[in-house]
């Protein structure tokens, strides 16, 4: 019987060879990926102990492809948590269901296969892998995420090789691995027979640094034997372990990572070099490359593939790189274990700052009050010691690796402070970053987790509380404030959103503290699969029947599962982009501010357009100054720009900062920022002015500036109170017939008519209609809901009844001859709270009708919290039914994409068109989407029908879609989502942000509808 203690020994491995360096060379390899024999059994046994002699016969077995996942080619199924591990927390014991993978392969040595040493090697196995060659017990190895080889060299024959590995889905290392993550077994990374030839380099170290002061570059590289180095570019040809110092050296940064190609030679053998010369360090408080500061405009990234899982392509990761380059992310951490090596290949030729964490995380020890910690426990020392050694050894000569981070949410112990002093004696060159131990002192960075915007400002300015258990002015305290700040985590990303990230740049970016961010995460990891009538989803961990799993949790990225742009990540991206242009119509000047920490702007190009409407009436180039890093310039606008009157409406300038020339991530012309300003307007705004307002706005002014944005404020001012409307403003045009009239069975005005009892609007110019009612429910994004009871507005809504209104019509009158009054009480069963609302109804001269409402609450309101905080409304506005054969929308406003009021620093202001159903994001969970703030005026059309018109008094938000918000509420999947047979238009006066409560602060209160009395106005007219 096989000895099978090795599974729960908590010895991270049998048999390996050392760690070393990853490398390309000339020197033979042969790829073992492809097709395998493949049997899953229940237990950690697996098919028994003869599975790995060379002459069974496994004619019969299944094959399955390598690298892959089983749980993903049609074996067993993947299973998703968050934080709790998915087996008994009984370190390092594992249940006897332990579903477990036998492999096999056969296959023969190459050719002129050279003299010297042979190594197998695997680049991941998870989690523990057994491996037999022709049936010879190798050894085995946990760490999942990380390489490990075996020297075969006195096994391998020329023919008939039989490669064997068992694979169990559990061992002692799962304990060290409850990353926020699938549970994917198999050997899903690359496997390889590598020759060794003989005098050949088994390990080198590049140290390539930079001398900024005078521009030199500074090269050794140790090798375990003696080779030659040489660089052609520069010159240079000079033996392992010499010291040498290059001037006129280019330095690597992201902004431009410039690779010095040569060859290491010893021996037979030509290894392939990609030096780039750079020093990290950390001084005066502040994270430093090159001398120069730095700041992380970062994702964190795990590996995932819909289809695939862990199991990526190079292709695929390279998408992955280019879209992050055209969305100005600079940094990746890579949460939360080192990543395939070809990914850190790319980061080195595209140019992204790497913080490199290691493949440890010991969360769900939480639900023990950490009890048993690994990382506190010596006798976890040898295989948390062996994470590290590995991805250390791997990565060292990437010059994109900046930073080692000892792994993630696995609390202190003894054993970072060890695997620290390692780091440090075995690479000096990089800082360390380790965010749980609240002492910090196994980390060169003081670091958190999602802190709140006014957190994130006393940080900035050193004046942070003393973490828990860490005693004000120790001495621990005294060297955390001294440390730079490294945002490890924030803005979680998840459904529609997250909000506030132009709050948070502001902060990055305003203290020297600050080395940026890493917004969570980069991509859903969301599985594909499809209903019993082939309809396709994207799964996650709710939809597998397992207990525990993490539900939607894993459904928190930037891109969608298969890769499409969030509006979260354009929102991102204009956040941080690299230049912010600012439009200063007055004054005339432009102010380009130059974000970059290297770079100056003489790569870009400029370009602008003035707009009336939306309608483009000039338009023109020119180029920048070469604008320092982190500095600013003003520039004249272009006399061609300016004017003093728009011909219609709102004159709008907008400027673009595009590439001069092409990169190896975008074309020549591809954008990198834009900015616009109001020029000028043909009218003052309609609407009476604000004198009088009935309590505070809706929402506040939303906190700085927007990045490269001069125009008005996100939601428009409250209207004032009725008194007055019908004698004078823009809502109180003379009508041009008398008032309404009864006719038949409904009450006439202008091209309206409206059903005497109740007061909705059924006609319209012909066209059939429904409403409009108050509306105040929202189908809660995932944000609405917090994290667990945590930020939770949605429990509060339900409570008192938000997502359940009852609406009385209490009158319906005509008021001065010429206009309809309904007023309406809106509140929920078994509560005295309501809002009651007066709709005035007044026909203008142009055939258009003018609505006013007013909204007062009565009843208790909750005064005391629910669910930890005071109810606020999810929206104020009204809802309409039209006709589903409305297929097209054209605005004037904010675009193209869905905008809230803490995210909407992505969209220009312009004129814009859409299909109907193209103005629903299709989230993977369904939730409120596809907002537009700050629109001006909106037509829906349709063939066969007039063109309804909205003007805003002065804006107003709009939602359309085919469901009602209730039908989305309800809904699980996109699938679940079926055409009404109307198109449902909100028209919104207000509307609460997004936020990224889900898993971060609280939304901030101006981000909010608070209940307070609101008047807003709008006017509706059909042509066609």
């Known amino acids: 019987m096989t000895d099978l203690r090795y599974v729960e020994d908590v010895a991270p491995g049998a048999g390996r060879r050392r760690p070393r360096a990853d490398f390309r060379s000339d020197a033979p390899r042969l790829c073992l990926n492809g097709r395998w024999r493949f049997r899953l059994s229940p237990t950690a046994a697996g098919t028994g102990p003869g599975f790995a002699a060379p002459d069974l016969d496994d004619t019969d077995w299944a094959t399955i492809r390598v690298p892959a996942h089983w749980v993903l080619e049609g074996y067993d199924q993947p299973l998703y948590t968050n934080t709790a591990f998915p087996f008994p927390l009984d370190p390092p014991r594992l249940p006897r269901e332990n579903p477990t993978g036998d492999y096999r392969l056969r296959f023969d040595r190459p050719d002129g296969w050279p003299p010297g040493h042979a190594v197998l090697r695997f680049q991941g196995v998870d989690s523990c892998g057994q491996v037999w060659l022709n049936g010879v017990e190798l050894g085995h190895s946990k760490g999942s995420r990380l390489p490990f080889e075996f020297d075969v060299t006195d096994h391998l024959r020329p023919t008939g090789n039989v490669l064997a590995v068992r694979v169990h889905r559990w061992s002692s290392g799962s304990y060290l691995e409850d990353q926020d993550m699938w549970w994917l077994p198999g050997i899903f990374r690359d496997v390889e027979l590598i020759a060794r030839p003989v005098g050949s380099i088994d390990d080198f170290f590049v140290h390539a640094g930079y001398r900024h002061l005078d521009r030199t570059g500074t090269l050794r590289v140790d090798a375990d034997v003696t080779g030659m180095v040489e660089i052609p570019e520069l010159g240079l040809r000079v033996p392992t372990g010499v010291d040498v110092a290059l001037a006129g050296i280019e330095p690597w940064s992201a902004e431009s990572p410039r690779l010095y190609r040569g060859t290491l030679r010893a021996g037979d053998e030509r290894i392939e070099l990609a030096v780039g010369f750079r020093t990290v360090s950390v001084e005066g408080g502040r994270l430093l490359v090159n001398g120069a500061p730095v700041l992380f405009r970062g994702v964190n990234r795990h590996e995932h593939d819909p289809d695939r899982g862990r199991c990526l392509d190079v292709e695929t990761m390279r998408r992955d790189v280019v879209l992050m380059k055209q969305h100005h992310i600079n940094a990746v951490r890579t949460s939360h274990y080192p990543p395939h090596p070809e990914f850190l290949r790319l980061c080195d030729e595209y140019g992204l700052w790497v913080v490199d964490e290691c493949d440890i995380e010991t969360h769900g020890f939480i639900y023990a009050g950490w009890q048993g910690n690994p990382p506190a426990d010596p006798a976890w020392r040898a295989a948390l010691h062996d994470r590290v050694e590995r991805m250390v050894e791997r990565d060292k000569n990437h010059p994109s690796v900046v930073v080692w981070s000892l792994g993630n949410e696995s609390d202190s112990g003894a054993a970072f402070g060890e695997i620290e002093r390692w780091i440090r004696e075995r690479d000096p060159s990089r800082p360390i970053h380790y965010e749980r131990d609240r002492s910090y002192r196994h980390s060169d960075f003081h670091s958190l987790m999602y802190p709140s915007l006014a957190e994130l400002e006393l940080i900035g300015r050193r004046e942070e509380p003393a973490p828990e258990g860490v005693e004000p002015g120790s001495a621990d305290d005294v060297r955390r404030r001294g440390l730079p700040f490294l945002l490890c985590e924030y803005a979680h990303a998840m459904g529609n959103g997250p909000g506030s990230l132009v709050d ?176 000028a307007e043909s009218v003052p705004p309609a609407g009476p002015s604000d004198v009088g307002l009935a309590g505070p706005p809706v929402v506040p002014p939303a906190g700085p500036p927007d990045v490269g944005l001069a125009g008005p404020p996100a939601v428009p001012p409250v209207r004032p109170p009725d008194v007055g409307l019908a004698a004078e403003g823009a809502l109180a045009r003379p009508p041009t017939r008398s008032g309404p009239a009864i006719v038949g069975d409904r009450l006439v005005l202008g091209p309206a008519e409206f059903d005497p009892g109740s007061g909705r609007l059924v006609r319209f110019g012909g066209l059939e209609v429904d409403g409009p009612e108050l509306d105040v429910w929202r189908a809660p ?142 989230y993977p969970f369904p939730q409120e989407n596809g907002n537009h703030v700050e629109t001006r005026w909106l037509e829906l059309s349709g063939q066969g029908l007039p063109v309804l018109r909205v003007v805003g008094e002065p804006w107003f938000s709009f939602t359309v879609r085919r469901w009602t918000s209730e039908a989305l509420d309800q809904a699980r999947h996109p699938y679940e989502l079926r055409d009404s047979g109307r198109v449902w238009l909100n028209l919104d006066h207000a509307q609460q942000g997004l936020g990224s409560a889900s898993c971060g602060p609280a939304l901030p209160e101006r981000y909010r509808v608070p209940i307070q009395p609101y008047e807003f106005g709008l006017r509706l007219s059909i042509s066609g």
């Open 781 to 922: 994004t995932e944000n609405d809901h917090g994290q667990g009871a945590l930020n939770d507005l949605v429990a509060g809504w339900r409570a008192v009844g938000l997502d359940r209104m009852l609406h009385r019509v209490d009158e319906v009158r005509t008021e001065a001859g010429d206009r309809l009054v309904v007023r309406v009480r809106s509140g929920p069963a078994a509560q005295t709270l309501a809002l009651r609302a007066v709709l005035r109804w007044a026909l203008c001269a142009d055939a258009s009708l003018a609505l006013t409402v007013r909204v007062e609450p009565e009843g208790i309101w909750a005064d005391t919290p629910i669910g930890g905080h005071r109810i606020t409304l999810p929206r104020l506005g009204l809802r309409m039914a039209l006709p589903g054969g409305f297929g097209a929308a054209r605005w004037f406003g904010r675009g193209p994409g869905e905008t809230y009021v803490d995210s909407r620093t992505a969209a220009r202001v312009g004129r814009f068109s859409s299909s109907v159903d193209a103005l629903q994001t299709p």
């Open 504 to 679: 948070y740049q502001r902060i990055l970016e305003g203290y020297e503290r600050f080395c940026g961010g890493f917004v969570w995460e980069w991509i859903d990891h969301g599985l594909r699969g499809r209903t019993a009538d082939g309809v396709g989803y994207f799964r996650h961990g709710g939809d597998i029947d397992h207990q525990p799993n993490g539900g939607r949790y894993c459904l928190d990225g930037l891109l969608f599962a298969d890769r499409t742009p969030s509006p979260g990540l354009r929102e991102y991206a204009k956040a941080i982009e690299p230049v912010d242009i600012a439009v200063d119509a007055e004054a005339g000047w432009l102010t380009l501010r130059n974000r970059y920490d290297v770079s100056d702007l003489a790569h870009l190009r400029l370009s602008w357009t003035v707009e009336d409407d939306g309608v483009p009436v000039a338009a023109g180039e020119f180029d920048p100054p070469a604008v320092p890093a982190r500095s600013s310039a003003r520039v004249p606008l272009p006399e061609a720009a300016r004017g003093t009157a728009a011909r219609a409406g709102e004159r709008w300038l907008t400027v673009r900062a595009v590439l001069g020339a092409a990169t190896n991530w975008a074309s020549a012309g591809h954008e990198v920022a834009w900015g616009q300003g109001r020029l």
